[in-house]
T-cell receptor, first 116, second 115 residues
Framework: DVKVTQSSRYLVKRTGEKVFLECVQD?????MFWYRQDPGLGLRLIYF???????EKGDIPEGYSVSREKKERFSLILESASTNQTSMYLC???????????????FGAGSRLTVL | AQKVTQAQTEISVVEKEDVTLDCVYE???????LFWYKQPPSGELVFLIR??????QNEISGRYSWNFQKSTSSFNFTITASQVVDSAVYFC????????????FGTGTRLTVIP
């Protein structure tokens, strides 16, 4: 009954490496989101997408990019990982704004990234 | 600016005790939505409740209840007769009507229920 799947639960990368975090949802949701979660800071939005090939910056987009080539898949890319990007990354999806239930985000289990 | 404050960082209770998790929000919008999510140790945030700004009725779902008071900008969450399975991090979140379909999260409250 998994609805939002994040490809990796744990990753360890080195500074400067390119990192891809993949997220797939099977609910035909239009919106997809990437958050990072840090102790004492809660969840902060990195990027979101409301349609294929569309993306919008969230609160902390610096150092990240995203790709949405298919409706069900939303990728987060760290072009050159840095130690301050060590964090838990959460992907979520939702129906389009204005649709009944649109506001409810369904989350994946998270990807814990460590950058050495 | 939108803001959600969960002043309680960590709470510990003994099983069967009642516990209230506080949430205070700030928004200039008249139409907004408030949410509670639960994050168990597995990591996946689970939706618990959504409330819109025009509906101040309190809600009860089993052992869970929510008290929404616009006068104090609060949306508190009470667990009655807590159980070990309630141990988790709980997040309160706010979404306003206009703009991006985004949630603004509080910093979370870690609840530990001791058997």
């Amino acid at each position: 009954d998994v609805k939002v799947t994040q490809s990796s639960r744990y990753l360890v990368k080195r500074t400067g490496e390119k990192v891809f975090l993949e997220c797939v949802q099977d609910m035909d949701h239009e919106n997809m989101f990437w958050y990072r979660q840090d102790p004492g800071l809660g969840l902060r939005l990195i990027y979101f997408s409301y349609d294929v090939k569309m993306k919008e910056k969230g609160d902390i987009p610096e150092g990240y990019s995203v790709s949405r080539e298919k409706k069900e898949r939303f990728s987060l890319i760290l072009e050159s990982a840095s130690t301050n990007q060590t964090s838990m990354y959460l992907c979520a999806s939702s129906l389009l704004q204005g649709t009944s239930g649109a506001n409810v985000l369904t989350f994946g289990a998270g990807s814990r990234l460590t950058v050495l | 600016a939108q803001k959600v404050t969960q002043a309680q960082t960590e709470i510990s209770v003994v099983e069967k005790e009642d516990v209230t998790l506080d949430c205070v929000y700030e928004t200039r919008d008249t139409t907004y939505y408030l949410f509670w999510y639960k994050q168990p140790p597995s990591g996946e945030l689970v939706f618990l409740i959504r409330r819109n700004s025009f509906d101040e009725q309190n809600e009860i779902s089993g052992r869970y209840s929510w008290n929404f008071q616009k006068s104090t900008s609060s949306f508190n969450f009470t667990i009655t007769a807590s159980q070990v399975v309630d141990s988790a991090v709980y997040f309160c979140a706010l979404r306003y009507e206009t703009g991006a379909n985004n949630l603004f999260f509080g910093t979370g409250t870690r609840l530990t229920v001791i058997p």
